[in-house]
């Protein structure tokens, strides 16, 4: 049976988005969790391993009993069997495409576009921090070069990702707050999310449109009584 | 440096750590530094400035990365990564005080901490803005207390404060139904987080317009009705009919608008204007 997150936390319910769907990353694990690591292809470690970032990187009040289970098993795989098994895999990555998707972006993307280079790049983010915490030494420094320049176009670019901000309002939503104290590798990954939320102004547009309050402000400024 | 001198990340990790948790001598510390410096930090630096066309990165790091180094841990991730972040921030930030466009501080973590100390844990968003709030009221007052220039026609402080109701508004757009589920417009939040006084109430922008409470209604108005900007000519426009009022041009709105802003920064100082005033701007 496929873990299910809890129906308790609707707003962070974005089924459908390759962003951020708990469900498959369960069922991803679920179905290779009994598989030792050196019998699934080197894609299918990757993914695992993406799964298992994204998981890390979700508050543990956002996940059901079952996935919360399911991360501390693969956890405990990964640790047992990671070894040679990760040595070669972030080689599987999908950012081979990071050129051809950022030419599209540039031009008249649809949003299934813009959201699969963006779930590219998390998900690459996310096996590269798993592996971090593992196998640091096994991080090809031109695959963390590779990172930092993508992290960096969507920085320059975060308005192009306009219409995916409300999953990635949500996302950002499930994860703790003091992810960025606990876990730099992780915390990292959130650098593209926060340059789509507000993207960076621009000195050559005027007047520049002051970039309007996320949700959780709002909630506060419409709490808030006024000065303390 | 060459290939066999090059550190390893494991290197590199430690090395900031050691220079994180202290104890080292002056010397010791000054070595490691330029260590890391030369190796990761001028590198990453130069990267940004020039892929995020940020040309004062570099300055504000100087200012700041050797402070918030302390809060490395090589057991929570690797150096380069931490140090992505906190540049990219940086980076962010320089942009933004560029535009003078912020949000109070609330979604700059650093820059809470740094204001804050190093110990202390991290507010909550309610506890943020009650702070954002109170330091903008502290600085409010002091500046309504300056003296006004004899000379002065405009009444910039009653710019500065329209000008900071409006702006808070327009950040309030795009959220339409989340007011109406809470009952509320974004006029409404946007006055009642930034409330005036008796005094600032009767304040009048020109000799002789109607009071600042009574402008601020024409364009609470509007801004109830639609969910968009209010522009420099969309201001002029709703603000001609008010009796005594002499139409200025949009030009001379935004003209006022910049000086009131020029004014507060002269009075408070940069530092604090950007870090309790600009960012609700």
Redesign the interface.
Known sequence: MTPRRERTEPRNDVSGSTLADWDRWCGVIVQRLQVPLHRLTGRERFELLACLGKLERTAPRHLSVEARALRTQLRDKLAQEAGDALADVLANNPLAAWARWTAQALNKPTTDQLREMLAALDDTEAAV?VV??LK??S?C?DL?GLL??C??WV??HGELFAPLRGEVERLCDSMP??L?????????T??KF?AIL?P??D?RDT?????????????????????? | MTEATRPTNGEIDAAADRLAQGGLSATEAEELWHHLEATVVLPMIQRLEEELDCDTLGAAAEAKLRGRLQRYRMAKGRFPRWLERTLVNLARDEKRKVRRRGSFGMDDPDQLADARGEEEPTPSLDEQLGRALTALRQALDELERRPRARQQKTDYHAMLLLELRLATAARLRGHRDALAAAGVTRPEVSAARLAWSEAEQAREIQPGWPKLQSVWEILAEELARTDDLLTDDDVVRLLAPLPGVAAPTAVAWRQWRTRATQAATEFLGDDRFERVVAGWL
């Open positions: 921090a971090a915490g640091p030494r991080i420094p963390d930092s320049a992290r960096t920085e320059r707050a003091d960025e104290e606990e876990n730099y590798d992780l915390a990292v959130l650098l926060e507000d960076l102004p000195e007047p520049v449109e002051p970039a309007p309050f996320t949700s959780a402000v709002l909630e506060a400024l419409i709490r808030k009584p006024t000065a303390q």
